[in-house]
């Protein structure tokens, strides 16, 4: 860095040390196991994939607004700014908000990282969203501490983006604390035994789940009379894939199975076991991933709440506090923030939501307007008011009573 530089704290676009996504797949999902933790082989197992959709779809679906802070800690839609249809509607002129936003978390879930690029118009407010694979992303940390991010699309065009024009989306953050590590990466071992199990099925489905075995002579027999009883034997076994006939052994020739079934090898219940491994590495309940063995009505509904609160509660917090970071500055986000409104999970059980209404109704924090709002009706004349228990005071307020004090 130059005299001048060091001055004015110039960043500068040199080659830096860098952390190649593409290089930590190759090194960092190496198992012990049989399998290479591949992770687009990886999330396409069953489960894998459906914990990547409940999660990325519920979360895409959920309303991501913008809000501007009120008086009396209120809150109202800031639907004048740029973002907020970014957000919302159109993330950019070929994306729509969801289809952005559910690229984005699938992203973070497979590689632990999710970037975009952050479009802003003459004024510094940010008008689009365009999202970047991220193994088309290098990240490098500058002498000045900032971030560097290189894009290199599939013809080989690289663009070079700093820190403010980057969305940088991280699963967890990684030793070198600027890159995420992503959840197949960090429980390989799981997926390298699922990967192991399913290449053993497909090859006992190739075999027609035929098992190996020995063929016991009971006298000595010459080079060329084993090998045509072999040639035999392959020809009607292996040489369609579906067999019906019946073979006959004859001359005191025995049959000896050499390796288990899926049933002696309990094989069938070592890959439910895997599979719950893999729900539980995603924090995503069984039984909304399609594991109803020990499924009940009564477990079903709460492991519904349960996917809630301790899997898309923390993944959208996560999300919020990425997006008010790189989308707003400090001074906007004295007025501004960004949130999902996570009541939209409720709105498939109709009972539970106007049960919620009621409650909140009788107890006085909500008026009939803000009911109406949420369910996407009109306001009504007089919608404005709010109940107050008649049986609630404040405290030291209570009338005294006209019978005196108890004797």
């Known amino acids: 860095m130059s005299f001048l530089n060091r001055i004015f704290g ?93 690229f984005l978390i699938v992203s973070l879930l497979t590689a632990g990282n999710a970037y975009a690029r952050i479009d802003t118009n003459g004024r510094g407010q940010v008008t689009a969203l365009y999202p970047i694979h991220p193994l088309e992303m290098t990240v490098e940390r500058l002498d000045s501490g900032r971030l560097r991010y290189t894009a290199t699309n599939t013809r080989g065009q690289r663009s070079v983006l700093l820190q403010d024009e980057i969305l940088h989306l991280r699963y967890r953050i990684g030793p070198d604390g600027v890159m995420g590590v992503s959840p197949i990466q960090l429980a390989r071992e799981t997926f390298s035994l699922a990967l192991t199990q399913q290449d053993q099925a497909c090859k006992q489905a190739g075999r027609s789940f035929r098992t190996e075995g020995a063929l016991v002579f009971p006298n000595p027999l010459s080079g060329d009379k084993k090998e045509s009883a072999l040639d035999k034997l392959r020809d009607r076994i292996e040489g369609q894939v579906e067999t019906s006939g019946l073979l006959v052994l004859d001359g005191g020739i025995d049959y000896k199975p050499l390796s288990l079934s899926s049933k002696d090898a309990e094989f069938l219940e070592s890959r439910k076991l895997t599979n719950m491994d893999i729900a539980r590495i995603f924090s995503v309940p069984p039984t909304v991933v399609g594991i109803t063995d020990n499924a009940t009505y009564s477990n079903v509904d709460g492991e519904s709440r349960a996917l809630v609160v301790r899997c898309l509660a923390p993944m959208a917090k996560r999300v919020e506090q990425s997006l008010n970071a790189a989308l707003l500055t400090p001074q906007s986000r004295r007025t501004l923030f960004i949130e999902h409104d996570l009541a939209g999970l409720m709105r498939g059980d109709m009972k539970a939501r106007y049960e919620a209404y009621r409650v909140g109704r009788e107890w006085g924090w909500l008026s009939p307007n803000e009911i109406r709002q949420m369910e996407n009706l009109p306001n009504i004349d007089g919608g404005e008011e709010y109940l107050s228990p008649l049986n609630m005071t404040e405290l030291g307020n209570r009338p005294a009573f006209e019978g005196g004090e108890d004797g």
Not at 29 to 50: C, E, I, K, M
Not at 66 to 88: K, M, V
Request: some cysteine; proline content about 5%; glycine content about 8%.
């Open 10 to 102: 110039r960043e500068q676009r040199s080659t830096i040390t860098t952390s190649d996504p593409a290089l930590a797949e190759f090194l960092g999902h190496r198992a012990t196991g049989a399998a290479f933790v591949d992770p687009n082989r990886a999330s396409g197992l069953a489960v894998a994939q459906a914990c990547i959709s409940v999660i990325s779809q519920n979360l895409a679906a959920m309303p991501l607004n913008l809000y501007q802070r009120g008086e009396d800690s209120g809150r109202t839609r800031a639907t004048s700014q740029p973002l907020y249809g970014a957000l919302h509607d159109m993330m950019n002129p070929q994306l729509t908000a969801f289809e952005g936003r559910e």
